[in-house]
């Protein structure tokens, strides 16, 4: 299938932090492999003048996710940390693009970047109707995130040679991918997308 990008369209780049990839505190298994491919959309967007937005896990030090509170997730990209940094060769474009931190505060979790963030006001404000998703976790943050935009209004693209799963138990990010296509999210891949021109 062929999608024509367009004025109404912005491209979502889910968590693709260094504790998300190898060697991180919570790993994505070959997290970092679609750095390039996510480069190339990044590129892409941004050369159409669309504007890119990034989100990022940003907890606090005694966050509720995290085990020491009772949670499920060992610490992570906790706030100033390098861990929390964004993946070095993730291409940052300089302008016409947002960065959206979520789950910033102790008491609060939030897998989807729309969650106590102004990601929906961002994109309305820009009369976006369809937003492309891509990044970690295909199971967590990708999964909320492409479920959030649906809730709102918006049409939901899955950039499905852009995402990678974390698999607490196997299996979960092919369910995740099922459940985002019942809802009615489309499953594209860069080949699939072109201009106007
Ligand atoms: C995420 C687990 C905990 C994610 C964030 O970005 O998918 N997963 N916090
Ligand atoms: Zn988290």
């Given amino acids: 299938m062929k999608v024509k990008l367009s004025k109404k369209d912005a491209l979502i780049v889910v968590d693709m932090q260094l504790d998300f990839m190898p060697g991180g505190a919570l790993p994505v298994p070959e997290g970092d492999k679609i750095v390039p491919r996510l480069n190339e959309y990044i590129k892409l967007f941004s050369s159409l003048g669309l504007p890119v937005f990034f989100t990022r896990d940003w907890h606090p030090p005694?966050?509720?996710?995290?085990?020491?509170?009772g949670g499920i997730w060992p610490p992570h990209c906790v706030q100033n940390t390098p861990g929390a940094?964004?993946?070095?060769?993730?291409?940052?474009?300089?302008?016409?693009?947002?960065?959206?931190?979520?789950?910033?505060?102790?008491?609060?979790?939030?897998?989807?970047?729309?969650?106590?963030?102004?990601?929906d006001s961002l994109l309305k404000e820009r009369g976006i109707k369809r937003v492309f998703?891509?990044?970690?976790?295909?199971?967590?943050?990708?999964?909320?995130?492409?479920?959030?935009?649906?809730?709102?209004?918006?049409?939901?693209?899955?950039?499905?040679?852009?995402?990678?799963?974390?698999?607490?138990?196997?299996?979960?990010?092919?369910?995740?991918?099922?459940?985002?296509?019942?809802?009615?999210?489309?499953?594209?891949?860069?080949?699939?997308?072109?201009?106007?021109?």
Avoid: W
């Fill in 133 to 197: 998703v891509g990044g970690v976790a295909t199971d967590y943050c990708v999964k909320n995130t492409v479920l959030g935009a649906l809730n709102l209004g918006y049409q939901a693209f899955l950039l499905i040679d852009g995402i990678k799963g974390v698999d607490v138990q196997p299996g979960d990010s092919e369910r995740a991918l099922q459940e985002m296509l019942s809802e009615g999210t489309v499953a594209v891949e860069l080949s699939e997308l072109h201009s106007t021109a």
């Fill in 62 to 69: 005694d966050h509720i996710s995290f085990k020491e509170q």
């Fill in 85 to 119: 940094m964004f993946h070095p060769d993730l291409y940052i474009p300089s302008d016409n693009r947002f960065i959206i931190s979520k789950a910033f505060s102790r008491d609060f979790d939030a897998y989807s970047g729309f969650q106590g963030t102004a990601l």
